[in-house]
């Protein structure tokens, strides 16, 4: 007999891997954001990249005037940069009285404006020490882009040939693996040794929870369920479900919702992205509950986030009812429309 329960209450969460563009767009993908979380990471892949920390300020002040526009007090970008193959010590130094929460590491080619990312991580050793030095989070993209690689090993293959070297290199380096997709990245997470440190760590989406690859060619091509890296096998769904689930703190929220323009992903090459951001509270609590773990929630959403990076737990308290909301078939996005994840159908959970 299963005891469901049919509200939960929650501290706030915290989004800890979000896009939200630029401009006109921005402010439309915003509010979905900040009706449910108190913070988040927000990623640098805009068109020039957030490489510097007047360009991260810049962007900041963008952020604040669209909150404002939209009446949103209570909510905080939390900045990052864009790491180059010519970041330097000193700009790292600079991020870090400056406030800014973390660097990310695309490698070059890897997904959505990663051109200008790092081609070999040799080039970014004295960034990476300083990083190191200072306490400054590395954000990995986990893929390696060569094109011999099979997309579907590209993740297991980077653990190996780039993740691993890193850390042996650089022990002491705070990580984060975004958006991990497989079981292979599940397990080294969560067996790392770290000597007890803070030192490495692992966002989670809701897609990848809820979804395996069938998804994208369900019944045809699927293309608003298609992000980077891209779903994978039951098993390694099985096995992220089973790693955000199980309490360990090295596991937490990372929606990576990612809006593009219903045109730019219905196309003969349609962009990798899923936007999630509308109800992605809802998407978590319905995979949660489906392995009854509904009580696993909290450290997950709210909890291991601020834990690894230092900040505060949020103190408010946040309620999610199991009532089922529809998902809209679009959303406005700028001049443009955006199709959301589960668009036409629904989610069990929302918020009150
Ligand atoms: O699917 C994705 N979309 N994966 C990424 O890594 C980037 C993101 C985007 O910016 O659209
Ligand atoms: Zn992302």
Known sequence: MSN????????????????????????????????????AIIMPNLKPPVTTVDLAKAYQSRIESNLKLLGVSGFTPLMTLYLTDNT??????KAKDAGIAAFKLYPAGATTNSDAGVSDLKHCHAALEAM??????????????????DIFDREAVFIDTVLEPLRKKLPELKIVFEHITTKQAAHYVR?????????????????????????????????????????????????????????????????DSAPHAKGAKEAACGCAGCYSAFNALGLYAEAFESVGKLDKLEGFASFFGPDFYSLQRNSNKITLVKQAQSIPMELPLGDTTIVPLRAGETIAWSLV
């Open 4 to 39: 469901t329960p049919t509200q939960i209450q929650l501290i706030q969460p915290d989004d800890w891997h979000l896009h939200i563009r630029d401009g006109e767009v921005m402010k439309d993908v915003l509010a979905d954001t900040a009706r449910q979380f108190a913070r």
């Open 88 to 93: 330097s010590a000193d700009e790292v130094r």
């Open 132 to 149: 190191q030095a200072v306490g400054m989070p590395l954000l990995v993209h986990g893929e390696v882009t060569h094109a011999d690689i």
């Open 191 to 255: 067996d790392a040794v770290t000597g007890g440190k803070n030192t490495i760590a692992a966002t989670i989406t809701p897609q990848h929870l809820l979804m395996n690859r069938n998804a994208i060619f369900a019944g045809g091509i699927r293309p608003h369920n298609y992000c980077l890296p891209v779903l994978k096998r039951e098993e390694h769904r099985v096995a992220l479900l089973e790693a955000a689930t199980s309490g360990n703190s090295r596991f937490f929220l990372g929606t």
